[in-house]
């Protein structure tokens, strides 16, 4: 009798586990920093980018810079486009991961090393990428991320950084627009 409860909660928690990352949806979008298009308008574009020509190899893994200097009027240019895959976390609630596939067919992830190290990380076998709470806000969208004991959201500086903030949800700074 015990082997059984046992293995029935072995099954419900194979089934839970496998529920909450269903993919919901994948979508080819730009997103652009609202706070820096608003705030900083002479120091470039506002767009996420990925620079595969910055890369580095760091523990077996190629990172790319990731930034937010692309020109909103090139938005379709490919460094700008990436896919967003969601996920549900609960009904209301939603997961996304920002992914990129080059010319040569090599996909990489938004990761987060720390909060103030984002990068495109190179897709492998042993990889992982990092993903977001999406939260929508009028026409605007955040993207929080538990940080140690801190839930952070994702920011773009005057700078062109990527970066985790401990701001609060209805601070400008956090908000990104969807260009599809």
Same mark, same amino acid.
Not at 20 to 32: M, N
Not at 47 to 76: F, M, P, V, W
Not at 116 to 138: A, D, L, Y
């Given at each position: 009798?015990?082997?059984?409860?046992?293995?029935?909660?072995?099954?419900?928690? #194979?089934?839970?586990?496998?529920?909450?990352?269903?993919? @919901?949806?994948?979508?080819?979008?730009?997103?652009?920093?609202?706070?820096? =298009?608003?705030?900083?308008? !002479?120091?470039?574009?506002?767009?996420?980018? *990925?620079? &595969?020509?910055? #890369?580095?190899? &760091?523990?077996?893994?190629?990172?790319?810079?990731? /930034? #937010?200097?692309?020109? &909103?009027?090139?938005?379709?240019?490919?460094?700008?486009?990436?896919?967003? %895959?969601?996920?549900? *976390?609960?009904?209301?609630?939603?997961?996304?991961?920002?992914?990129? &596939?080059?010319? =040569?067919?090599?996909?990489?992830?938004? $990761?987060? %090393? !720390?909060?103030?190290?984002?990068?495109?990380?190179?897709?492998?076998?042993?990889?992982?990428?990092?993903?977001?709470? =999406? %939260? /929508? $806000?009028?026409?605007?969208?955040?993207?929080?991320?538990?940080?140690? @004991?801190?839930?952070?959201?994702?920011?773009?500086? #005057?700078?062109? $950084?990527?970066?985790?903030?401990? $701001?609060?949800?209805?601070?400008?700074?956090?908000?990104?627009?969807?260009?599809?």
């Amino acid at each position: 009798m015990e082997f059984r409860g046992i293995l029935l909660a072995a099954v419900c928690v #194979c089934f839970l586990a496998c529920v909450q990352v269903e993919v @919901t949806s994948t979508s080819i979008i730009s997103l652009s920093s609202f706070w820096r =298009q608003q705030s900083c308008p !002479n120091s470039g574009g506002s767009l996420i980018t *990925i620079s &595969t020509d910055q #890369c580095t190899s &760091t523990s077996g893994h190629r990172r790319c810079e990731a /930034k #937010c200097n692309g020109r &909103t009027t090139a938005y379709k240019d490919k460094g700008t486009r990436f896919t967003m %895959i969601e996920t549900s *976390i609960t009904k209301k609630r939603k997961a996304v991961q920002l992914m990129y &596939t080059d010319n =040569q067919n090599t996909r990489f992830a938004l $990761k987060v %090393i !720390n909060a103030t190290n984002i990068v495109f990380e190179e897709q492998t076998n042993n990889s992982t990428s990092s993903s977001f709470e =999406q %939260i /929508k $806000k009028g026409k605007h969208y955040l993207y929080k991320r538990q940080h140690g @004991t801190d839930n952070m959201c994702l920011i773009c500086g #005057c700078d062109g $950084k990527l970066s985790l903030s401990s $701001k609060s949800n209805n601070d400008r700074h956090c908000f990104f627009c969807k260009l599809r």
